[in-house]
Each structure stands twice: as structure tokens, then as C-alpha cells.
């Protein structure tokens, strides 16, 4: 069986699945790892008492707020430009 390797985002999304009311066996299936490895996740991330999954939640945030502003941005942009060509 080959390995699969997850990032910390993905574990994170998973976790959060599972604490959100996804069984375990489904979660399992679904994402194709055996439920000791789930098991074992939560383990960690309930003994670091979730700092690195506190950072990346607020990091994701950060991300998404500043994704929000580029594109709010980029529609002021192509506002101004089609003002602009209507005016010439």
C-alpha cells in the first residue's frame, strides 16, 4: 500500500470534518486512511493543544481576508477603466 502524504492544511480540514460530526469510519473511507492514523491526528493535535492548528486557522483567515481585499480591488480597477474608456 503506498503512503499518502498530508499537509497540515488538509489534516487541519479533516480534523475540523471530524469535530464537526463526520464519523470516524466515514471520514476514514472517505478520505483514504486507516482510522489509527485519524485517531493518531487528533491525538497530536489535542496534545499541542492545537497551537499549530490555531496558527493555521488564523492564517487561513488572513488569507481569505486579504483574497476578499485583491478582488475587491481588482473590480475598483476594472470600474475605473471602463469609466475611463467611456469618457474618452
Do not use: C
Amino acid at each position: 500500500m503506498e503512503r499518502k502524504h498530508h499537509s497540515l492544511t488538509e489534516i487541519y480540514e479533516i480534523l475540523q470534518q471530524i469535530e464537526d460530526g463526520l464519523p470516524i469510519d466515514v471520514a476514514a473511507e472517505q478520505f483514504g486512511i486507516s482510522k489509527a492514523t485519524l485517531y493518531r491526528w487528533k491525538k497530536k493535535a489535542l496534545a499541542s493543544d492545537n497551537t499549530e492548528l490555531k496558527k493555521l486557522a488564523r492564517i487561513t483567515d488572513e488569507n481569505n481576508r486579504l483574497k476578499n481585499l485583491l478582488a475587491d480591488a481588482a473590480l475598483e480597477i476594472h470600474a475605473l477603466k471602463e469609466k475611463l474608456q467611456q469618457t474618452l
